[in-house]
C-alpha cells in the first residue's frame, strides 16, 4: 500500500479551468503539506494542515484552496488556472516534531 | 525564520570519488535537520535525519553547530548516487513548524 497517494499524477489543461489535486494518506499522520517544485526544483510549502486545521498558509494566491474533509486527507483546489501554475505538486505527511517528513509522487500540472 | 543555503547547484564527480555536499543554515539554537534525496522524476525521499546519526547508502551527515553547518558526505560516489538532494531545516512557526528545502544540488556521477 502507498503511503501517502496523489492523484492524478499527470493534469494538462488549458488557462482559466478550475483543477483539483487529491492527496491521502494512510500512515495515521496528524500533519499533512502541500509543496509546489517549480521548473527550478525549487520547493516551497504552501499548506500545513494539522487535524484538518490550518497551520501554515504561506503567501499563495487565493485562487488556491487547499480542504481536509479528515486527517488522511488534503486536497487542493486551483481556479483560474494561470501558465505560472504549472509545476509539479507534492503532498506530505508527518507526525510532527523530529520526524521527518513521507511525501507523495507527485502530480505534474502544465497550464496550456 | 529559519534559512537554508546549499551553495552548488550542480556538483560533478567521478564514480569512486569523495562528495560533500554543502548545507548551510541560520538558526541558532538547536535546529533539528534532514536530507532528502530526488532521483529523476520521483518523489522525495527521506536520507537523513540528523538526531539518528545514522549512515544512509554510504552518506553521512554530521551537524556542526559552530559553523552552522549540516554537508552531506560519502567517501566513494556510485553512478546510481545521481539525483537532486536537499538539505532542510525545521522552521518553527505555528504549532508544527515545516521543513524549509534549500534550492538543491544536483549531483552527477559519471562513469
Known amino acids: 500500500d502507498t503511503a501517502v497517494s496523489q492523484t492524478p499524477k499527470y493534469l494538462v489543461t488549458q488557462m482559466g479551468n478550475d483543477k483539483s489535486i487529491k492527496c491521502e494518506q494512510n500512515?495515521?499522520?496528524?500533519?499533512m503539506y502541500w509543496y509546489k517544485q517549480d521548473s527550478k526544483k525549487f520547493l516551497k510549502i504552501m499548506f500545513s494542515?494539522?487535524?484538518?486545521?490550518?497551520?501554515i498558509n504561506e503567501t499563495v494566491p487565493n485562487r488556491f484552496s487547499p480542504k481536509s474533509p479528515d486527517k488522511a486527507h488534503l486536497n487542493l483546489h486551483i481556479n483560474s488556472l494561470e501558465l505560472g501554475d504549472s509545476a509539479v505538486y507534492f503532498c506530505?505527511?508527518?507526525?510532527?516534531?523530529?520526524?521527518?517528513?513521507?511525501f507523495g509522487s507527485g502530480t505534474r500540472l502544465t497550464v496550456v | 525564520a529559519q534559512r537554508v543555503t546549499q551553495p552548488e547547484k550542480l556538483l560533478s564527480v567521478f564514480k569512486g570519488a569523495p562528495v560533500e555536499l554543502k548545507c548551510n543554515y541560520s538558526?541558532?539554537?538547536?535546529?533539528?535537520l534532514f536530507w532528502y534525496v530526488q532521483y529523476s522524476r520521483q518523489r522525495l525521499q527521506l536520507l537523513l535525519r540528523?538526531?539518528s546519526r545514522e549512515s544512509i547508502k554510504g552518506f553521512t551527515a554530521d551537524l556542526n553547530k559552530g559553523e552552522t553547518s549540516f554537508h552531506l558526505k560519502k567517501p566513494f560516489a556510485q553512478e546510481e548516487d545521481s539525483a537532486m538532494y536537499y538539505c532542510?531545516?525545521?522552521?518553527?512557526?505555528?504549532?508544527?513548524?515545516?521543513?524549509?528545502f534549500g534550492k538543491g544540488t544536483k549531483l552527477s556521477v559519471k562513469p
Open positions: 532542510a531545516p525545521k522552521n518553527y512557526g505555528g504549532s508544527q513548524g515545516n521543513l524549509i
Open positions: 494542515y494539522n487535524n484538518k486545521e490550518l497551520i
Open positions: 500512515l495515521g499522520h496528524d500533519t
Open positions: 538558526y541558532s539554537g538547536s535546529p533539528e
Open positions: 506530505a505527511s508527518s507526525t510532527g516534531g523530529a520526524n521527518g517528513y513521507t
Open positions: 540528523h538526531i
